[in-house]
């Protein structure tokens, strides 16, 4: 069965210092694993997908993410923090093999907070 | 091109009564799926459709039930509420032929309140 663990359920980093998530995940075969961002009172929004091609993958907004098979894990990550970074992640695995996106696990969730 | 369209935004209920709830995707997306959002239990797949057949179906009970019409505009239902229904429900949808899609996008959802 397919599951991810986020780590911590809430991450505070002061403006300007690096962002780390982490995020494990388990699968019975290569899995497609993606991170979202839920900002306060609005959708979701994809900010990067792995898909069995490069294991770094770069997102949007300056975000990427390392595939590491021998750890199981998919860490999220971004050099510098800014203040409109601050909501919540979800790491997501996709249950479908080949990794269509109708049916999707979500971890607990991840609140980043941002400190001037 | 509009996004994922969910209505109403928000909704408060009474137990026992039941609910629908509306999803028009993106244009030219066939595959629409359903998920609840709580404190407590987080984001739960709940069912997918796509060209008016579910797919795949999640942990919910029967009262939680779905369809898809023609023109690939989603509703789902939910059957003599409780308390515990009470969540943000969220649409989603995506383009796909085969076991290709592209990615899923999300609609503001619709937060039901049961009192």
């Known amino acids: 069965a397919q599951s991810v663990t986020q780590l911590d359920s809430h991450v505070s980093v002061s403006e300007g210092t690096p962002v780390l998530l982490r995020c494990n995940y388990s699968s019975s075969y290569s899995p497609s694993l993606f991170w979202y961002v839920q900002h306060p009172n609005k959708g979701l929004q994809l900010l990067l997908k792995y898909t069995s091609a490069a294991t770094l993958v770069k997102g949007i907004n300056g975000f990427e993410a390392e595939f590491k098979k021998s750890e199981t894990s998919f860490h999220l990550t971004k050099p510098s923090a800014h203040m409109s970074d601050a909501a919540e992640y979800f790491c997501?695995?996709?249950?479908?093999?080949?990794?269509?996106?109708?049916?999707?696990?979500f971890g607990k969730g991840t609140k980043l907070s941002v400190k001037p | 091109k509009a996004g994922v369209t969910q209505t109403p935004r928000y909704l408060i209920k009474t137990r026992g009564q039941q609910v629908t709830l509306s999803c028009s995707p993106i244009?030219?997306?066939?595959?629409v799926s359903w998920y609840q959002q709580t404190p407590g239990q987080g984001l739960q797949f709940l069912f997918e459709y796509f060209s008016e057949t579910q797919r795949n179906k999640g942990n919910f009970p029967g009262r939680f039930s779905g369809r898809q019409f023609s023109n690939s505009r989603s509703e789902m239902n939910v059957s003599t509420l409780e308390l515990g229904d009470s969540a943000l429900y969220l649409c989603?949808?995506?383009?796909?032929?085969?076991?290709?899609?592209?990615?899923?996008?999300f609609g503001q959802g619709t937060r039901l309140t049961v009192v």
């Open positions: 989603a949808s995506s383009w796909r032929q085969g076991a290709v899609s592209t990615e899923a996008f």
């Open positions: 244009s030219g997306h066939r595959s």
């Open positions: 997501v695995v996709s249950i479908d093999y080949g990794g269509s996106q109708g049916n999707l696990i």
